[in-house]
T-cell receptor, first 112, second 115 residues
């Protein structure tokens, strides 16, 4: 069975400092992994996805994530946080049936 | 142009009523989905249709019935609404059916409040 665990329910950073949102996955086969972002009262937007090509995946708005099979991790990073990055972030695993399984979400706060 | 749209954006209703949420996608995708996001922001799939055929049906009460008149539309009808149905419902679409690598594109959500 596939699952994802987001290790932090809330992360707070100062503007201009790095962002790290942690995600561990469990999968019985080579996983497809996604990060989605949800701004307040908005829908979900895809940030990036991993589908067994390059292990370092670059996404939109300066975000990237690294797939580490040995650690079963897919952490999301950004070198410098911007106020507009404040949102809820979801780590997601795709399953063979096309069903997405979501992590619990990490709320990112950015302080000025 | 809006890729995946939902109506209404907000829906407030009384317990016991029947309501529908509509979803339309103009991406030319073959597969559409309904997800429910609870008050703790946890998202879970409810249904998936591929080209008007039901392919995913999670453990959802019979009061929820999806209907797909064509592959660009997937509506969600809810009978006898209960307090626990209060949530945000998201529609999504993707190019392929059963594709675990396929990106799903989400609508803006419908916030349902049952009083």
């Amino acid at each position: 069975a596939q699952s994802v665990t987001q290790l932090d329910s809330h992360v707070s950073v100062s503007e201009g400092t790095p962002v790290l949102l942690r995600c561990n996955y469990s999968s019985s086969y080579s996983p497809s992994l996604f990060w989605y972002v949800q701004h307040p009262n908005k829908g979900l937007q895809l940030l990036l996805k991993y589908t067994s090509a390059a292990t370092l995946v670059k996404g939109i708005n300066g975000f990237e994530a690294e797939f580490k099979k040995s650690e079963t991790s897919f952490h999301l990073t950004k070198p410098s946080a911007h106020m507009s990055d404040a949102a809820e972030y979801f780590c997601v695993v795709g399953t063979q049936g096309g069903k997405l399984i979501f992590g619990q979400g990490t709320e990112l706060s950015v302080k000025p | 142009d809006t890729a995946v749209s939902q109506t209404p954006k907000y829906l407030v209703t009384q317990m016991g009523n029947d309501k529908s949420i509509k979803c339309e996608q103009n991406l030319g995708h073959d597969t559409m989905y309904w997800y429910k996001q609870d008050s703790k922001k946890f998202l879970k799939i409810m249904f998936s249709y591929n080209n008007k055929e039901l392919i995913i049906n999670e453990t959802v009460p019979n009061r929820f019935s999806p209907k797909s008149p064509d592959k660009a539309h997937l509506n969600l009808h809810i009978n006898s609404l209960e307090l626990g149905d209060s949530a945000v419902y998201f529609c999504a679409s993707s190019h392929q059916a059963g594709g675990r690598t396929d990106t799903q594109y989400f609508g803006p959500g419908t916030r349902l409040t049952v009083l």
